[in-house]
Each structure stands twice: as C-alpha cells, then as structure tokens.
C-alpha cells in the first residue's frame, strides 16, 4: 500500500516507517527535516499547509505533535490536522491519528485537550483514533527518554504517593498495531485503545527501567505529589517545562485505558516489559544468562563463574532455543527453590521434559570447569576424621530436609516451574 506518515522521522514514526517498508508498503514521509533517502520525502511543518496527497495515497498517518508545552499554537494544531483529513479526503485516502492516553475534553494539560479536539474531527470524518499508553523501548527519545535520563543520572527512583498507574507498550509493538489497522479496511470511525491491560504502578516502571535497561541499583524514595506541586509553583511553569516536570504531571492524571478488546482485535500480543525494556527489544539472551546463573547455582551451590554462564547460553544458542523456560523471580532469586521441581515426579512429566534437559546441559557445564572440579571432586583442604565426620552428618540433616520439603512443596512444584513474572507483565 501507499502510506504517507507525518512526523515520520519522530520515536514512533521512524520505527513505523521501517516496519512497514520492511512489510512491503511504499512510504512517503511529511516531516519538517529530510527523512532517510529509502522514502519519498514531503516537507512538511504542522504551522504550515497540509501537503498534497500524491496520487494513488491509501493511508494517511498523522503522527506529528507539537510536543512543546506552551498553550500557545493549540488552535494550530487543530486546524493543520483538519487540512490533513481534507487532504486525504480529497484522495479517497483513510486517516489514522496516533493520539494519547491523556486525550480528554477536561484534561488538564493543553496538550490532552488539544488530543480530544483532534480525536472529535477525525472520528466525524470517519478515521481511526488510537490511543497509546506509556511508549517505551528502542532508542531513548520522547517521554521514555526523558524517564530513562533521569534513572540513569539519580541514585533514587521516587515512588509517587498516591501512586499513579501506567500502561506501556513498547514502540516496536505500537509500530505493528499501527500497521495492523493499515492493513485492516473494516476499521471505521472507532477509537482503540492500546496498550499494557494492567496497569502498573508508575515507580514500578521507572524500577524496571533501573533493572532491566540502565542495569543499575536504585533506591526507591517515596515522594508525595503535593511536595512536587509545591516545586512546580516555586519553579515556574516555564522552568518546570525544562526540566521535564510538566511532563511527569501528565503522568499522574492519566485515565485507564480499556486496551484488552482493542489488542485482541487487531491480533496483538504485547511482549513482557522486561523484555522490551533490553535495547534490542527482545531481552531473550538476557533471559538466558539469567537462567543459566539460576540453574549452575544451584548445581554449584555458589555464584558461577561468567564463563560458565556464557557457556550455558552459547550451548542452548546451538540448539536452537533462545528462549529460557524460567522466568519465575523467586527460583531467580533463591535458586535453591529447584531442588523442588529436581525430582522424577516433575522432570518425567512432558512439562518438566525441557528442564530435565536444560538441567543435563547445566550440569556437564559445571563439571567440566574447574570451579565445579573444586565442588563436586572437593579439592579442598584435608579435614580431620571428626570434621569428616560431622560434614556428613549436616549433609545427611540437609538431604533429609530437602527430601520432606520436595514432598510437601510437590503440589506447588508445577506452579512454580510455570509461573513467569515476565508473562504476567505481558
């Protein structure tokens, strides 16, 4: 199809310009800076005229904002978005406005009014509105990377008090529901909400944004929002506009969004956070690393050595699974919980088949390497006969002990096995 994507060279628009050249769609781009040569260029600024359609123009993707946070130029913005509706009407071209979360008639900021006012033009013109949650993922632009600085350059995470939620979707999944909606002609005049069906608290995501991205230990703060209207005040409207404060205030005024019926609709599965917080997008060797330290943990009975972690990953790697099957925080966190799922009961059943396995590859790993000569060959220093003695003995009680809590963990085994933190962030 024939596509022209305004704000093209923006967060979301250069990942939704190459996803859909790389989907076979001809894109034509409507930006105010020249965009990559691979597509036609329009030049195009919202305080300008609405450029023409070229002939033949099926989609038009209105994704350009005024992203300042004057209230100046809204009247603008509304009246450059109804040039571009008359534009593609004029073509017979459908419309597609990338709203946001915030858009409401009585939001708070210009920036959400200024949305719904859009969202009400379109809708009467028979386009498509979607509505994102909180974008993040890729490249560190736009709100995600002004949140993403601030983690990277303060030791504290503030925790907002009361807490307000978000709902992320990763910008290469926004991409894909964007294209997905191109590539559907049934979708008229309807307003979809896109993304996490849960939300999250918000110092959870900027704590996952420590973890997973900036891979980095913060200290969790809590901080009343009254103190940050206190600072905005003694700040200045314009000041707190530099410093992103205005921007985080978006954050605690933001509705729930009902995204559920719109993801199931267009087919799409949002990646776990985790995942998407990992720059490549994906976080599946992350996950795997993570496995791999769990599972020789366990075998060693100590932190295993980066080489043998690396190890473990390059083996799967070859045999072709980049996926790690464990993904529960608490076997990551006390690897010691797997002596309940290393038991026939578990590992002889089809569910428990794989793990078997992965457990076989984690322990000729650990054996072959000097630090698991040192465990399993005890290469240590010679003990008397009563220090023999009573190593035996804690052994023996220890083993004993694991025993009973393997049959009495048993009914939960399975669930801990199967319970994915990474799967209900999903």
Not at 179 to 200: F, Q, W
Not at 227 to 234: D, E, G, I, P, Y
């Amino acid at each position: 199809m024939k596509l022209l994507i305004t704000g093209a060279t923006g967060y979301i628009g250069q990942r939704l310009s190459a996803l859909a050249a790389a989907s076979g769609h001809e894109v034509m781009c409507a930006t105010r800076q020249p965009c990559p040569a691979t597509y036609a260029w329009l030049p195009y600024d919202l305080r300008g005229p609405a450029p023409k359609c070229p002939a033949g123009t099926q989609v038009l993707i209105h994704l350009a904002a005024d992203t300042s946070t004057a209230a100046t130029g809204t009247d603008d913005e509304v009246k450059a978005a109804q040039a571009l509706i008359h534009c593609a009407q004029q073509g017979s071209a459908r419309f597609i406005f990338i709203s946001s979360q915030t858009a409401e008639a009585t939001a708070p900021g210009a920036y959400g009014r200024t949305k719904w006012r859009i969202e009400q033009h379109v809708l009467a013109a028979g386009g498509t509105v979607i509505r994102p949650g909180q974008v993040y993922g890729g490249p560190e632009r736009g709100l995600f990377g002004l949140l993403s600085g601030l983690v990277r350059r303060s030791p504290f995470i503030p925790i907002l008090m009361p807490a307000p939620g978000v709902q992320p979707i990763h910008v290469d999944d926004l991409a894909a529901s964007i294209l997905a909606v191109v590539e559907r002609n049934d979708i008229h005049a309807e307003i979809l909400n896109l993304g996490a069906v849960k939300p999250i608290a918000f110092g959870r995501f900027l704590m996952s944004i420590a973890e997973h991205r900036v891979r980095a230990a913060r200290l969790p703060v809590p901080l009343p929002v009254a103190l940050l209207r206190l600072l905005r005040l003694s700040l200045g409207r314009s000041l707190s506009a530099k410093l992103g404060l205005e921007r985080i205030f978006s954050l605690i005024h933001l509705p729930p969004i009902d995204s559920a019926r719109s993801l199931q609709k267009l087919g799409i599965q949002l990646r776990p956070l985790a995942h998407g917080m990992h720059r490549s997008g994906h976080g599946q060797r992350r996950g795997l690393l993570q496995e791999a330290a769990g599972l020789l943990h366990y075998l060693l009975k100590r932190p295993p050595q980066r080489s043998l972690v690396s190890r473990y990953a390059r083996a799967l790697e070859r045999a072709g699974k980049t996926r790690p099957i464990i993904h529960s925080r608490l076997l990551m966190r006390w690897p010691i919980l797997l002596a309940l799922l290393d038991n026939p009961g578990v590992l002889h059943k089809p569910d428990g088949q794989e793990l078997a396995w992965r457990l076989q590859v984690a322990l000729g790993i650990a054996e072959a390497s000097p630090q698991g000569a040192q465990v399993f060959l005890g290469a240590q220093q010679p003990r008397s006969l009563v220090a023999t003695l009573v190593a035996l003995g804690l052994t023996s009680v220890k083993a004993l002990a694991w025993k009973i809590a393997a049959l009495l963990g048993r009914p939960f085994a399975r669930q801990l096995l199967r319970g994915s933190e990474a799967h209900r962030e999903a």
